[in-house]
């Protein structure tokens, strides 16, 4: 009998130990994923950074702490020849990589009913961070490999508790997904806080407070030496390759903060996460449906966890440690706060406050089963709470939608727009191919050019703009998309002519007179 079988063998056995739970998180998130984002990955559509990096582009990496991003990029580059933004192939294979994301939080804590399973699989991949990591598709792919090392390390120190080549693999990819985006640490981090929360809460068997203090103690240990490892690779990439941490973001100044800003930025953490319940924080939560649903959640849980204290016998000090947990966790969703406290935070950057929902789904799972209170409260909690779940899936998924239409509008409005300047350069009065062009000016300002996307503020999240007419990248919007690729004048000849009176007689575009050839160069005046 030979020792090695056929690959289908052992992917049909790895596939068979797996439990219902950990499937329907999986094919859930791939379902609802699909739901969401598929307008996305079937059309090519852009924001500001995307069009920067069409049809191929890696974006800023070392010099903003990510150089496991950069390493990625360049095997793409050596191997393939680019990082190509390809939205079915990039898409896909990130909403895969989020899938398994979904399916490893589902096993890691044990998850046993597939409807709470599903809602996990759900909320991995309708979170608004999830819709706007999709606007950089060209990242997509590298941003979801984050998230994935981020939760497989928190899996590792969880799972398997007594093995030091786990915690070894964890502290590594803690670092490698900080070298991704810095703001996928506090995954890692929440679900580490849930996981000690569920041990003082339903684990009675041999679990003393001391196992879980040394436990939450062993997390932290892991979580920092994460953190050590990766800011002494980022030290020696910098310095290999030449450069400095740029301020963009805060990331210069992650990891050095005061005592008054940290006392500053936990302050917010709990204003924020209170927040969640009547504002729009970070435009995770644009709608009141959704905002009705996180008073809900923080409802439920408040009461579920009193009842726990009030049926569920056991030390007590175990409860002390399950709500110094809860009290902990706003915190750890909000950890960007204290990582960077100058930092200009966005949904891209919240996504670790998906673990409040994702917590509400294993909480819920864990509370059918284990909690030795009157049937009809269990039972009437099931019910609430998977209502809210699904309230809030099928809000999300909606909503995701409507962002990727709004991308669609600004996209037109652009293409419209920049077609007509295109026209009115070609018709001006003694037009030639062979003429360079100079773009002076840098704002434009038109009274005509306001519809935005047509969809209303509801669908304004960060990281799209309603226009992209005044952004840094409308150049590729001309030359890429559109094939409008003159000579353009560089900005030594552009300084020269905006400075010659004959061009600061002009008046700005769209007037009549704001394209004109001067010196056998097509001068078109955005602004003074």
Request: net charge neutral.
């Amino acid at each position: 009998m030979a020792s090695i079988k056929t690959p289908d063998f052992y992917i049909k056995d790895w596939y068979q130990k797996k439990t219902t739970a950990v499937k329907t998180a999986f094919f859930a998130a791939v379902i609802f994923g699909l739901m969401t984002h598929l307008y996305q990955f079937t059309n090519k559509l852009y924001n500001y950074d995307e069009l920067a990096n069409t049809p191929s582009g890696n974006g800023a990496s070392v010099e903003q702490g990510r150089w496991f991003l950069k390493w990625m990029g360049d095997i793409l580059v050596k191997y393939t020849g680019g990082v190509y933004s390809l939205p079915l192939l990039n898409g896909l294979l990130s909403l895969l990589l989020l899938a398994v994301t979904a399916a490893l939080i589902a096993e890691m804590f044990q998850v046993t009913h597939w409807i709470p399973a599903a809602f996990i699989g759900g909320f991995t991949v309708v979170f608004p961070s999830v819709v706007c990591m999709f606007f950089y598709m060209f990242t997509s792919v590298f941003y979801a490999i984050g998230i994935l090392f981020s939760v497989l390390a928190a899996y590792f120190v969880v799972r398997y508790p007594r093995s030091i080549p786990a915690h070894i693999g964890a502290v590594l990819l803690l670092a490698c997904s900080l070298g991704v985006y810095q703001a996928y640490f506090p995954n890692a981090v929440c679900l580490l806080v849930i996981s000690v929360i569920l041990l003082s809460a339903f684990r009675e068997e041999n679990r003393t407070w001391k196992n879980i203090f040394f436990t939450a103690l062993r997390y932290v240990g892991v979580l920092a030496a994460g953190m050590v490892v990766y800011f002494f690779i980022n030290m020696v990439v910098l310095k290999v390759n030449g450069v400095e941490m740029i301020s963009y973001q805060g990331g210069a100044n992650m990891g050095q903060i005061t005592l008054r800003q940290f006392l500053s930025a936990v302050k917010r953490c709990y204003r924020d996460f209170i927040a969640l319940g009547n504002d729009n924080v970070l435009v995770l939560n644009a709608t009141g449906v959704l905002r009705v649903c996180y008073w809900l959640v923080m409802g439920l849980f408040a009461v579920s966890a009193l009842l726990l204290l009030v049926f569920e016998k056991g030390d007590w000090l175990k409860k002390a440690i399950m709500a110094a947990g809860f009290l902990a966790l706003p915190v750890a969703m909000f950890l960007v706060y204290i990582m960077a406290p100058d930092a200009q935070t966005y949904t891209l950057m919240g996504y670790a406050v998906v673990y409040l929902l994702i917590f509400f789904a294993v909480w819920t799972d864990y509370y059918s089963r284990k909690v030795h209170c009157k049937g009809e409260l269990r039972v009437g909690f099931t019910w609430v709470a998977e209502i809210i779940c699904f309230v809030m899936l099928a809000t999300y998924i909606w909503y995701g939608n409507g962002c990727y239409m709004s991308l669609e509008y600004t996209k037109n409005h652009d293409m419209a727009y920049f077609q007509t300047m295109i026209t009115q350069i070609k018709s001006v009065e003694g037009y030639e191919d062979n003429l360079p062009v100079a773009f002076v000016g840098d704002t434009i300002e038109d009274a005509t050019n306001t519809q935005g996307s047509l969809m209303g503020p509801v669908f304004g999240i960060n990281g799209k703009a309603e226009s992209n007419v005044n952004s840094f990248s409308r150049s590729h919007i001309i030359i890429e998309y559109l094939g409008f690729a003159p000579t353009i004048c560089g900005y030594e000849e552009t300084k020269v002519l905006r400075e010659s009176e004959e061009v600061k007689n002009m008046p700005s575009y769209p007037d009549d007179g704001s394209i004109q050839i001067i010196d056998n160069i097509i001068v078109v005046k955005f602004s003074d």
